[in-house]
Every structure is written in structure tokens, then in C-alpha cells.
């Protein structure tokens, strides 16, 4: 594979879209994707904001400068490991395209080969099964207590592994320009805990118990057992 001459995207088909992104298959390796800041979404920002956007040092690739971050945090905590974790997109580097810098990143690939479906696929065509939700509670218990840093946890940026297990394909890194969550897990975990809450009302899920919510539940099913037992006895004394 060519890693030096730029990519040529422009004349292909992206595989997929979200609003700041597109994404192609490598044309050299249908495992790697290759994500550009979407023309439109540039075209649009620098309307909006021409002030700022002047004044920016790392302009639109800012998305991408989060990913790699927490990419590289993830991997510092694991030195001599080859990949980051499995519920992280694995980075494999920036290449120059006809389209500007992008980033590639390993696909998430169905049996078929296909690109992976999102959670918000398995949810519209009723594909969240018992295995699912409980590799979602798993994704999200791996979420909420590693140190890793969240800012759009929604159901088009989880990536269903054939595996059984979910992938954070985009929305890592933190967007606050003042970045108190990185030095703060538990700020950081209270708005993850935010996040993890819009997601489950956003896939239409409720709330999991917490520890103390599950010990308070299995309290409550045995004073109930207990007063059924009594009632039970009462009557057996009363006859
Ligand atoms: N690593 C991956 N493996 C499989 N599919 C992927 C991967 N990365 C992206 N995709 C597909 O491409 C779509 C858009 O990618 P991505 O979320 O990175 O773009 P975006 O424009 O930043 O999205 P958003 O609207 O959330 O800002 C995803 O919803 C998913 O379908
Ligand atoms: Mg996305």
C-alpha cells in the first residue's frame, strides 16, 4: 500500500455520513475506513463563524485531534498492548487526501464484510436482542468507570462487533474549552452518567438500577415475600 501519495476520494461513493463527517472504504483495504471533514460542514461553519474560525489553530480537524487524543490515552494506560480497547475505534493514522487531511481508522465490519450496523440500526429494525442489551450494559459500565473522556454518546456512534460486543466509532474527547473533565473523573462521571441517561431514552431503554437502586429493589422484593408469608401464616391461624 501507497502510504505517501495522497488518497483520491473525491470520485468515490462515501459508505457513510453523520454531520461533520465522510467516510470511504480504502480503495488499497476494505478493512480501514478513511473519514474527511465533510466540504459542506466547512462551507457552513466558516459562514457561521468567521471570527473564530480564523483564530483557530487546529480549524476542522478538531474532531479529529479528540479522537486521537483519547486514542492515545487509551493506549498510554496500556503500554506494549497493540491495540487500544475493544470498545474503541482503532486509529491506524493521518493520510492526505484530494479532500484534505483524514483519518484512518479499522472498520467495524459485519460476517458479511459489510460495514457494521450502528446501535440505532439494531434498534429500527428491532435487532436489539437479550445479547445486545447486555453487551450495551457492558459497553456502558466500561464507559461510565474508565477514565476515557465522552462528548456525543449517541446511538449512531456505537458500532455492533459481530463479536458481541460494542464500539465507540466517533464522539471521544472532550469539546469544553476549558477541559475540567480530564482532570476530574468525577466530573467526568457525572456527565457520563448524563450521557449514559440521554442514551437510553434516546434508544427508548430505562435507566438500569444503580448498586444501592438494585439493593433497594431486591430489599423491597423480600419485604414483600415476607409480608405474603406472614398474610399466609395469619390465615392459617385464623381457620
Ligand atoms: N470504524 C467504523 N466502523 C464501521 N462504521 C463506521 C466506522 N466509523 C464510521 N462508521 C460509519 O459512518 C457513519 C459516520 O461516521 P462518524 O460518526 O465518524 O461521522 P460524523 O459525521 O462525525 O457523525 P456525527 O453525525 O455523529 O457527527 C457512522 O454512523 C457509521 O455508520
Ligand atoms: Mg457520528
Same mark, same amino acid.
Given at each position: ?16 455520513? /453523520? %454531520?461533520?463527517? +465522510? #467516510?470511504?472504504?480504502?480503495? $488499497?483495504?476494505?478493512?480501514? &475506513? ?65 479532500? /484534505? %487531511?483524514?483519518? +484512518? #481508522?479499522?472498520?467495524?465490519? $459485519?460476517?458479511?464484510?459489510? &460495514? ?124
Amino acid at each position: 500500500m501507497d502510504l505517501i501519495t495522497p488518497l483520491e476520494l473525491s470520485s468515490l461513493e462515501p459508505v457513510g455520513q /453523520g %454531520a461533520q463527517k +465522510l #467516510v470511504f472504504r480504502h480503495p $488499497d483495504d476494505p478493512r480501514v &475506513l478513511v473519514k474527511v471533514v465533510n466540504p459542506r460542514f466547512i462551507d457552513r461553519r466558516d459562514r457561521k463563524d468567521r471570527f473564530y474560525q480564523k483564530r483557530r489553530r487546529i480549524g476542522h480537524h478538531r474532531a479529529f485531534a479528540r479522537e486521537m487524543t483519547e486514542h492515545l490515552v487509551s493506549r498510554a494506560r496500556t503500554p506494549g498492548r497493540l491495540a487500544p480497547c475493544r470498545h474503541m475505534q482503532n486509529i491506524l493514522g493521518v493520510v492526505d487526501t484530494d479532500m /484534505g %487531511a483524514a483519518l +484512518l #481508522v479499522e472498520a467495524v465490519l $459485519d460476517e458479511q464484510g459489510n &460495514l457494521a450496523p450502528t446501535l440505532r440500526d439494531l434498534v429500527d429494525v428491532g435487532r436489539l436482542g437479550q445479547r445486545e442489551e447486555r453487551a450495551l450494559e457492558t459497553f456502558l459500565d466500561w464507559a461510565l468507570n474508565s477514565r476515557v473522556l465522552i462528548n456525543d454518546l449517541s446511538a449512531d456512534n456505537l458500532a455492533w462487533h459481530p463479536d458481541g460486543h460494542f464500539v465507540m466509532i466517533d464522539g471521544l474527547g472532550d469539546r469544553a474549552g476549558i477541559p475540567i473533565r480530564a482532570v476530574s473523573p468525577r466530573l467526568n462521571r457525572l456527565y457520563k452518567r448524563k450521557k449514559i441517561r440521554q442514551l437510553r431514552e434516546e434508544i427508548g431503554r430505562k435507566e438500569q438500577p444503580t448498586g444501592i437502586g438494585k439493593a433497594i429493589a431486591v430489599a423491597l422484593a423480600i419485604i414483600v415475600a415476607l409480608l405474603a408469608l406472614l398474610a399466609t401464616q395469619m390465615e392459617l391461624l385464623l381457620e
